[in-house]
């Protein structure tokens, strides 16, 4: 029923830009953290950037600065900026939020089913 869909990826130059969005649906009562991963070939799953319900925002060092992670609540929508794309941030990048779906229960971890970001002249 809750459930997340990325969208915005492709293939980019070095030095470019994209935008991913990841639309949130389903019966959601509150959300606890979103954040985006990313995963590149042969390579283990790292984290990118988080944003807390409160607004706060956490980066990896690799992409601080180039990568802005916001979202739009009446869309129920969090995007992540990249610009100054490097060849090194190729890989499929994931969607991820906690939500309480029931009231009486402890939040949940949701994944999107990623995306293909491609950074090559």
């Known amino acids: 029923q809750v459930q997340l869909v990325e969208s915005g990826g492709g293939l980019v130059h070095p030095g470019g830009s994209l935008r991913l969005s990841c639309a949130a649906s389903?019966?959601?009562?509150?959300?606890?953290?979103m954040g985006w991963f990313r995963q590149a070939p042969g390579k283990q799953r790292e984290l990118v950037a988080t944003?807390?319900?409160?607004?706060?925002?956490n980066y990896a060092d690799s992409v601080k600065g180039r990568f802005t992670i916001s979202t739009d609540n009446a869309k129920k929508t969090m995007y992540l900026q990249m610009s100054s794309l490097k060849p090194e941030d190729t890989a499929v990048y994931y969607c991820?939020?906690?939500?309480?779906?029931?009231?009486?229960?402890?939040?949940?971890?949701?994944w999107g089913q990623g995306i293909q970001v491609t950074v090559s002249a």
């Open positions: 389903g019966s959601i009562f509150s959300i606890t953290g």
């Open positions: 944003i807390t319900s409160s607004g706060s925002t």
């Open positions: 991820r939020a906690n939500f309480v779906v029931d009231p009486t229960a402890d939040s949940a971890t949701y």
